[in-house]
């Protein structure tokens, strides 16, 4: 099965709106491990509307399974990414007046721009992904420019309205996914997972990992972030 990496932002988010010390994503870090988390993601994004610099420092020295370091592909966020050194490094694109990422990497539009930040992190010894939507170009494209792996947008399966659209979201999603592994990708997957949706998902032998956030913090706020990940991790299995 998918290891299931939880995306910790939104803990940053309720600390920030009252510019409090609580709660703390670091924390929420370790509960989720304790959970059965087998990665941490965080989004440090340029304006740091919820994860603060110091929250990605900190958790490089307490995350004890892996540190995934969500990040626009800028020279700012390239120069924190060298000097902390998380294990993986997702590239995301990023609009400062959206709640939150709205879609996929243009990778085949911005590839000459793309390529050496791929290239500056691989060096670094950063595995590099790239989070795309399920176009089957941008998976190529992502290939040619030498990432890891790609993380594919599942926003699209997530918000379906009905069972067609579902489905034919599923099938480019495996689509998608079969073709990254036939490259020799690492397929990642990510993007309005829930309890409700997410076993699809983890039924895919084709995805190495899942990210899913925003559903298991909703969830902790009224459980405890160690349960909700043990739901989580449940769900998947279809327990």
Do not use: W
């Not at 924390?27 to 994004?45: D, F, M, P, S, Y």
């Not at 990497?105 to 950063?126: A, C, H, Y």
Request: glycine share 6%; no cysteine.
């Amino acid at each position: 099965m998918a290891r299931l990496g939880v995306n910790i932002d939104h803990v940053a988010t309720v600390r920030q709106a009252r510019r409090a010390a609580e709660p703390d994503p670091v924390h929420a870090a370790v509960l989720a491990e304790l959970g059965g988390a087998q990665g941490i993601t965080v989004h440090l994004r340029a304006d740091r509307r919820h994860i603060q610099d110091r929250d990605v420092e900190i958790l490089r020295q307490t995350v004890r399974t892996r540190l995934n370091l969500e990040m626009a592909p800028t020279q700012e966020m390239l120069r924190i990414a060298l000097t902390i050194k998380p294990d993986q490094v997702t590239l995301v694109p990023e609009r400062r007046e959206e709640l939150t990422t709205e879609g996929g990497l243009d990778v085949v539009l911005n590839s000459v721009q793309l390529k050496p930040v791929v290239k500056t992190l691989r060096e670094g010894g950063i595995l590099v992904s790239l989070f795309v939507d399920t176009d089957l170009e941008q998976t190529k494209e992502a290939h040619k420019i030498d990432a890891h792996a790609v993380e594919i947008n599942t926003a699209e399966y997530a918000d379906a309205r009905d069972e067609k659209a579902r489905e034919a979201a599923l099938r480019r999603i495996v689509d998608a996914a079969r073709l990254g592994r036939r490259l020799g990708l690492q397929v990642h997957a990510g993007h309005g997972l829930t309890y409700q949706n997410v076993r699809q998902m983890a039924e895919l032998s084709e995805l190495a990992e899942l990210n899913i956030g925003h559903s298991i913090v909703s969830r902790a706020v009224l459980i405890g972030m160690e349960r909700a990940v043990r739901e989580m991790l449940d769900a998947m299995e279809g327990r």
